[in-house]
């Protein structure tokens, strides 16, 4: 079963200055349990007292009204060599509310269906020729995936809490897309999926938009490797045009798509190749996948990872032939010349090398490293290869939709 849900109420900040309302303390709390059973799950209710320095009854009402909610189930008794009952333990419900991510590229739509447990239930890819420059064409390739996805949904019986959208560019905070990847300028994307899905769904399911590149740095911040200490973390990502973001653990759950944009568009040659936004020297036109692939095979067409398979690291030649330098280590050059100044400003905050980009390897991390060496003495930064696979965007993008439930529980408990 799909039940749409609306946000109705906004959950008011707690002034500094005044003392918190009882509601302010009860949703505060309710959240701070919430996402100790995300962090200690299974774990019983006497251990969420411990961990929280609430009391057992008020532990047992907040966590009477998560499992009333859809967000928490009893997972049953664990044996214990102590006296008195066995306890009861509780983990996120894996069957509650779930989240649905979209990765809407040039050439392709993907999505997934993300649950409260970190699972992806479900996956569907829409191929497309070309999706630039209108954003309505967009919307009609994703509803073949969205038809699956909330089918997918109804036939296990789930809640579509939300779906969260990912674009290569920047998004303002009313959901307008702007993206020269695309095409778009202010486009609003949100209005037109919203209306979309509720033709699709019967009812309404919040949207929300936000930049692929911020929501690739989140994707290796909860699905791939990242300093344990939180450090922030430079995280370079995109299919087809590069975009970089700056995310650390403790901004990783906000909202906003700050820190964040469309790197492949930073100006690195005062006088190099005409870029596909009309103006000269771009990073894409020295380190964009396009360009890469161009000076590779200028026969072959440039696709996403989805689409177009491992076709870039299929034709960079073996490691130690010499072949490919021409093309491989002016990009690595650009790409340092456009990192500088943000390694500068957060580091030394490591570099993740992502996206098309990934498909060349560490001795292309290390290339960009050598270069940032050079442009940052003493400041020089790890430089890695992200792991992730090609629809790591359409995941975080659902994974943000379910996260946002544990943490904010109140606002579903609202609706």
Known sequence: MIVQWTDKRTVSPVDRHSP??????????????????????PVSRAGLASHSGLTKTTVAQLAGELIDAGLVRELGTARTSGPGRPA???????????????????????????????????RALRRAEDLRGDPAAAVKAAE???RRLLASAAARDTVVAGVT??????????????????????????????RRIAELSGGTIPVAVRSAFRLAALAQRWFGES???????????????????VTSAGDAESETDGHSGELGHVRVRARGARCRCGRRGCL???????????????????????????????????????????????????????LAGTVLLVGPAPVVVGGALALLGP???????????????????????????GD????AAAASVTRRLVEEPARWLAS
């Open 20 to 41: 918190a309302s009882p509601r302010q303390q009860h949703d505060h709390n309710l959240a701070l349990v919430s996402r100790l059973v995300a962090e200690h799950g």
């Open 88 to 122: 009861t333990h509780l983990v996120l419900n894996s069957s509650g509310p779930v989240g649905i991510g979209l990765q809407i590229e040039a050439d392709h739509v993907a999505g997934c269906l993300f649950d409260l447990g970190g699972r992806v239930r479900d």
């Open 144 to 146: 073949p995936v969205l």
């Open 165 to 194: 959208a990912g674009v290569p560019g920047t998004v303002t905070g009313d959901g307008r897309a702007s993206s020269r990847e695309l095409g778009w300028t202010g486009a609003e994307l949100s209005r037109l999926l919203t």
């Open 227 to 245: 300093p344990p200490s939180g450090a922030p973390v430079v995280v370079v990502s995109g299919e087809l045009s590069l975009g970089a973001a």
């Open 284 to 338: 894409d036109t020295v380190a964009g996948p396009r360009a890469l692939l161009a000076g590779l095979a200028p026969e072959a067409r440039a696709a996403s990872r989805l689409v177009g398979g491992d076709r870039l690291r299929r034709l960079l030649p073996t490691p130690g032939s010499g072949g490919g330098d021409a093309v491989v280590r002016p990009a690595a050059s650009a790409l340092a010349d456009a």
């Open 363 to 389: 001795a292309f991390a290390d290339r960009v490293a050598a270069e940032l060496e050079q442009r940052c003495p003493g400041a020089c930064p790890a430089v890695s290869v992200s792991r992730l696979d």
């Open 392 to 395: 790591a965007v359409a995941r």
